[in-house]
């Protein structure tokens, strides 16, 4: 320490003038690293348990057995079927959106952004509730399918439904950002070049988004995988049609907890592994 | 032939050029400060903005009337833009940069592999021509750039900063070939720049622009000659600029003969060019010192002028030269108007170009 402060000339100063300050405020940085140590290793600690727990509760052999059940096999598919169709839905439905939001300054585009945005921090059950008004027999888009005969609630499109809803803003956020991010002369340069707006954001935009938009699509995906609360209140909870892993997590809790945690354990690899290629992609991505 | 004549609101300004008219072969420099207006010109006549009212035509076809609701999409214009920065596609090689506005007229994949080596060895970037852009030089973006503007064979080039992102040795090459390369095109061209010697080294006309106005226009004989306009006696005065006649003596040293004083220099051309020295780059000094600065002059003071940095002192040695000096070499020298003082730089020191 001394040798340190001895090196920087006013620092050598403040040290003869006041010896005493100087170690208080040392023995002070080093209080100040014990209990951040202690803080950080707590937080890390209480994270990790939880998950470590549902690892050590089962042997590989009761996992095999657990996840070929009908249950969880029937809940793993459709798992991967209806996030896929969502995440297919939402960078089509989305990917213009997140454009026009990203290049055209128009009035109210801080109300479509906060709107599109809502989902993330509206809870599940108020979209489940939510939808289940708007599409359920007596609602205000059910009552017009009705006469169609299409009935949405609990089935499998329902949950389709649910997970677009939450899942949506974690692709659009993202490609917005990406696309704000891509320099207006490069769209400029294709445009002198001769190629009209639709040709030049397929073959310069996107492409330079490109890995940027990745992201958001494995994340809206991880999102969907997840859904839960929404998916319970409009799409129900039947086997094979609208059980998803997550309902099957809170179903087969309660009659094999095996099938549970099995599930789970999928649900934690996969979702640490969506994130740390998120991580490496983003990070290949800054030039 | 482009003749071009509009108005557009920019935000703290109305850009109003006037009439641009620039003949085929021949370049315009559009030279002025940082937020002059003169980048949105470009974007103008490329179609990348809509003015309020124009007219732009080029070879004959209207590309802008909007008194007759004409409004030619960028993609129609054939014009070639070469970006500040280049905006090469990062997610493509130099060749498939090059191809691009080729490709997107249609051309048959045979005379686009053509055009493109063709262009590639003329820029002497044919040996990476399969790289990413991403992994150039800036020497090397600048001639895909380049080269990719002119590869459709447009009927306008436009070039925004074409050198401000290289640094001072490559730009004295690249101002060079670019000359060159602009002439061999045949083809009206505007080069924005906010550099005095790129503006003398590759165009025909300068025009002066400032807060969306054309200040000045001349050829660059009349803008460095006349500098009416402040913008540009500021370049002439703090960078020394002047011409004059390249002179070998019989002993083989290289002069530029400037009004009768014979400055020092090191360079390969010939017969009239423009000399720059920075002020900078001048030593004052209370009578002579031995150095090994071939250029030693004395004259009297006839000006300082104060700025943030330096003061600018003049000194007349036949022509007036000004150096850059700090206050506090000033105060230590004494310096002050009517002193006879000795003023010294190296011959390297001068800037020579066409």
């Not at chain 1, 010896?19 to 140590?37: D, E, H, Y």
């Not at chain 1, 899942?167 to 294709?190: G, L, N, T, W």
């Not at chain 1, 892993?245 to 354990?265: E, G, K, R």
């Not at chain 2, 071939?294 to 007349?316: H, P, Q, R």
Request: aromatic share 8%; charged share 20%.
């Amino acid at each position: 320490m001394s040798v340190r402060s001895a090196s920087c000339g006013p620092d050598l100063s403040e040290v003869k003038m006041n010896t005493g300050s100087k170690q208080n405020s040392s023995a002070g940085r080093m209080l100040t690293s014990v209990i951040a140590g202690i803080l950080i290793f707590s937080f890390l600690f209480f994270i990790t348990i939880p998950l470590a727990a549902l690892f050590t509760r089962v042997t590989p052999a009761d996992f095999v057995t657990a996840i070929m059940s009908p249950a969880a096999l029937d809940a793993l598919w459709l798992s991967a079927v209806t996030a896929s169709i969502s995440t297919v839905i939402v960078v089509v439905l989305g990917t213009p959106l997140a454009y026009v939001n990203a290049r055209v300054a128009y009035r109210g585009r801080n109300i479509v952004d906060t709107l599109t945005d809502l989902p993330i921090v509206l809870p599940p059950t108020v979209a489940g509730l939510a939808l289940l008004i708007a599409f359920g027999r007596n609602g205000l888009v059910g009552q017009s399918l009705g006469i169609f005969g299409i009935y949405l609630p609990f089935t499998t499109l329902a949950v389709i439904i649910s997970q677009i809803f939450v899942a949506s803003p974690f692709y659009i956020r993202q490609a917005r950002s990406s696309f704000e991010a891509v320099d207006k002369d490069y769209e400029s340069a294709s445009r002198t070049l001769g190629e009209g707006p639709a040709r030049t954001f397929f073959r310069v935009t996107l492409p330079i988004a490109a890995s940027a938009l990745l992201s958001g699509i494995i994340m809206t995906f991880a999102r969907a995988l997840g859904e839960f609360g929404a998916t319970l209140m409009f799409a129900g909870n039947f086997q094979g049609t609208t059980q998803t892993m997550p309902l099957a997590i809170y179903t087969t809790m309660q009659s094999d907890i095996n099938v549970a945690v099995a599930l789970a354990i999928v649900l934690v690899v996969f979702s640490f592994s969506v994130i740390l290629t998120v991580k490496y992609i983003s990070g290949r991505g800054d030039r | 032939m482009l003749e071009s004549c509009f108005k557009s609101t920019l935000r703290d300004f109305t850009l109003d050029v006037g009439e641009l008219n620039v003949e085929d072969g021949k370049t315009l420099a559009l030279i002025g400060t940082n937020g002059s207006g003169k980048s949105t010109v470009l974007k103008v006549l490329s179609g990348i903005i809509k003015p309020q009212t124009g007219r732009i035509v080029l070879n004959g076809k209207v590309l802008l009337d909007l008194e007759k609701g004409i409004f030619v999409a960028p993609e129609e214009r054939n014009i070639g833009y070469m970006f500040q920065n280049y905006a090469l596609f990062p997610h493509m090689t130099i060749a498939e940069n090059i191809a691009y506005g080729l490709e997107a007229r249609k051309m048959p994949g045979e005379e686009i592999d053509k055009r493109v080596l063709e262009l590639c060895e003329r820029m002497g970037i044919d040996k990476v021509m399969h790289e990413r852009v991403t992994r150039l030089s800036g020497g090397q973006r600048q001639r895909t750039a380049l080269a990719r503007a002119i590869a459709p064979r447009p009927g306008l080039l436009l070039l925004d900063e074409p050198l401000a992102a290289l640094d001072v040795r490559t730009q004295e090459q690249m101002r060079r070939e670019l000359a060159a390369a602009i002439r061999s095109e045949g083809i009206p061209c505007i080069i924005v720049t906010h550099s005095i010697i790129d503006a003398l080294a590759v165009s025909d006309t300068i025009a002066v622009i400032d807060k969306g106005s054309i200040v000045a226009c001349g050829t660059p004989e009349e803008i460095i000659h006349n500098p009416s306009h402040g913008f540009i006696s500021s370049f002439a005065e703090n960078l020394n600029l002047f011409r004059g006649e390249v002179v070998v003596d019989d002993r083989g040293m290289v002069f530029v003969n400037v009004a009768g004083v014979k400055i020092h220099a090191v360079t390969a051309l010939s017969g009239t060019v423009s000399v720059g020295i920075r002020p900078e780059e001048i030593i004052i000094s209370r009578g002579e010192f031995n150095s090994s600065a071939l250029n030693t002059f004395t004259g009297k003071i006839t000006a300082m002028d104060e700025s943030d940095m330096y003061t600018y002192v003049s000194v007349d040695i036949g022509i007036t030269l000004a150096a850059a000096i700090t206050k506090q070499s000033i105060e230590r020298l004494n310096l002050k108007v009517g002193d006879e003082v000795t003023i010294t730089f190296k011959a390297t020191a001068v800037q020579v170009f066409v």
